[in-house]
């Protein structure tokens, strides 16, 4: 399991991240997504830290809460040392039925930092993130708010997750001019199904060196290899149908992803997320799991390797259609690319 670095920060991450949105549902949403509980999350996170995953995201909000407790649980049930681990939570999402129950406010943030440190069963937070962009809060207080709970000792490092491009270098940008802790990270979703965040984000986090985590990057499970043409299957995505895909296209890609699969002797989900792991823009993938031996499969993802024949037909099969102003950009900016290819 490699390590990269976050961003442009000292914190170091595993290439895999163990997401925890199946821990702790019970009703409604959460329930479709997953209803782990104790005993079974323990086993997810053993073999997560067996295979040497040391990154660990949640949210408040995933099962209103439970899943930070059932986490924080599995830890001291485990016997982890809090230094070995890199525990991500997140903060947006309703947490009560009154307007400041939820969003990025600055009343919200500190009311909810406490209460997923109580969950946690820890003294701080390696990466606290805004899970959602607000537009009824001026950014200016989130970020204020953030920046107190770093020098307080509460939290590490600060990070974004579903935020558009110009909203993330607005923030960076009042970070830097107001000296605030700086933004080290967004989630962000990413699949061969998905690539739109290739148009203005990934470009923007290469120009600000922000790291990239990647939710869902088997999006929803149609590129787990259980959808085909014509023949729906089972899991998550049977019940609950997130994040929207192109199916009709993304059946194409299925197709591929079968071939390179069979060439490469790995499975169709573990060639899924070795496109990821191909990617420079991705820092971290997120890879969560109903039962451990899809966490097993998942893992194996990380010991595939690609040729740039593999690549090829994997980006052929996924691409973008051209959109301005991208197309315009690299038009114009051709001949400059060369040179600088050329040095």
């Not at 903060?91 to 946690?120: C, F, K, W, Y």
């Not at 200016?140 to 270098?169: C, F, I, K, P």
Request: aromatic content about 6%; charged content about 20%.
């Amino acid at each position: 399991m490699r390590q990269r670095r976050l961003g442009q920060s000292g914190l170091f991450v595993s290439e895999l991240c163990l997401g925890t949105m199946t821990f702790g549902g019970s009703e409604g949403m959460w329930g479709q997504i997953g209803r782990l509980g104790q005993q079974e999350a323990d086993a997810i996170v053993g073999t997560a830290l067996d295979a040497g995953i040391t990154f660990i995201d949640t949210a408040n909000v995933y099962a209103e809460g439970r899943s930070e407790e059932i986490v924080g649980q599995a830890l001291r049930n485990l016997n982890v040392a809090r230094d070995d681990v890199v525990i991500a939570t997140k903060v947006h999402g309703p947490m009560g039925d009154g307007p400041n129950g939820r969003g990025a406010s600055r009343g919200h943030i500190m009311t909810q930092v406490e209460a997923s440190l109580r969950r946690l069963q820890t003294d701080h937070i390696d990466l606290y993130q805004i899970h959602g962009f607000d537009p009824a809060t001026p950014i200016v207080e989130t970020l204020e708010a953030l920046d107190l709970l770093v020098r307080r000792g509460d939290v590490r490092y600060l990070g974004l997750s579903n935020w558009a491009a110009w909203q993330v270098v607005r923030a960076v940008g009042i970070t830097e001019a107001r000296r605030l802790a700086p933004i080290v990270s967004l989630q962000a979703y990413y699949s061969l199904a998905g690539r739109d965040l290739e148009r203005e984000i990934a470009p923007m986090l290469r120009s600000e060196g922000i790291g990239l985590m990647v939710w869902s990057p088997l999006a929803g499970g149609f590129l787990s290899g259980k959808f085909r043409q014509g023949a729906e299957g089972e899991g998550r995505r049977a019940e609950f149908d997130f994040p929207p895909v192109d199916k009709k296209r993304a059946y194409g890609i299925v197709d591929v992803l079968d071939a390179v699969a069979a060439r490469r002797g790995c499975t169709v989900p573990q060639a899924a997320l070795a496109w990821l792991l191909h990617q420079k823009v991705v820092t971290s993938v997120l890879v969560g799991a109903k039962r451990v031996d899809q966490l097993q499969d998942n893992i194996g993802a990380t010991a595939v390797a690609f040729d740039q024949e593999d690549l090829e037909a994997l980006n052929a099969a996924s691409a973008l259609a051209p959109e301005y102003p991208g197309w315009m950009i690299e038009m114009q900016g051709a001949s400059r690319q060369a040179e600088i290819d050329a040095e």
